[in-house]
């Protein structure tokens, strides 16, 4: 069975800071991952995604994770914070052939600090 | 750019009244979900369907229900409100060829008094 493990449920930087919200999967078979990002009273929004290819994978906003089979880990990061980077993030795992489920985690909530 | 639409965006309403959450997608997409989201918390996969007339329960149970007469529309329905069902409700589409990325559009925000 998948799932997800986002550690930390709320995280905060300052602006400018490095960001880094970690992510730990479960799966029996190679996963699909994902990092899907929530502004307030909006629905999820997809960062960026793991499908196979190369293991670190470059999203939206400047937005990085690495995919990493021995640690089971999919962290995301960014260099440098900005203000409108405050939101919830969610770490995903999708199996292929199951049905297209996805399976996310709890969620991590960053604030940014001026 | 994906296109999904939810009606309402926020609605509140007393207990006992039957209503349902309106979501279409103009994409085309075969697989449509809905999730349940509690403020804060992870997303609950409630109700997901395969196409036209396939309708299946998630991994939460939910005393909502769902249809899909047509590919693009995915309406889910409570049948006699309560409080205990207050909560943003979420709905996404999954195209064919996307290793599972599903689109979601901006959720319905439910209040029930």
């Known amino acids: 069975a998948q799932s997800v493990t986002q550690l930390g449920s709320h995280v905060s930087v300052s602006e400018g800071a490095l960001v880094l919200l970690r992510c730990n999967y479960s799966?029996?078979?190679?996963?699909?991952l994902f990092w899907y990002v929530q502004y307030p009273n909006q629905g999820l929004q997809l960062l960026l995604k793991?499908?196979?290819?190369?293991?670190l994978v470059k999203g939206i906003n400047g937005f990085e994770a690495e995919f990493k089979k021995s640690e089971t880990s999919f962290h995301l990061t960014k260099p440098s914070a900005h203000m409108s980077d405050a939101a919830e993030y969610f770490c995903?795992?999708?199996?292929?052939?199951?049905?297209?489920?996805?399976?996310f985690g709890s969620g991590t909530r960053l604030s940014i600090r001026p | 750019e994906a296109d999904i639409y939810q009606t309402p965006r926020y609605l509140v309403i007393g207990t006992g009244k039957k209503i349902t959450l309106e979501c279409s997608q103009t994409?085309?997409?075969?697989?449509m979900y809905w999730y349940q989201q509690d403020p804060g918390m992870e997303l609950h996969l409630i109700h997901y369907?395969?196409?036209?007339?396939?309708?299946e329960k998630g991994d939460l149970s939910s005393e909502s229900t769902v249809s899909r007469i047509r590919t693009e529309h995915f309406p889910l329905t409570l049948e006699s409100a309560r409080p205990s069902h207050t909560s943003q409700y979420l709905c996404?589409?999954?195209?064919?060829?996307?290793?599972?990325?599903?689109?979601f559009g901006p959720g319905t925000r439910l209040t029930v008094l």
């Open positions: 995903a795992v999708s199996e292929p052939n199951s049905a297209s489920k996805i399976i």
């Open positions: 799966s029996s078979v190679p996963p699909y």
């Open positions: 793991y499908t196979s290819a190369a293991t």
């Open positions: 994409m085309g997409h075969d697989k």
């Open positions: 369907s395969y196409g036209v007339n396939s309708t």
């Open positions: 996404a589409s999954l195209g064919s060829v996307s290793y599972n990325e599903q689109f």
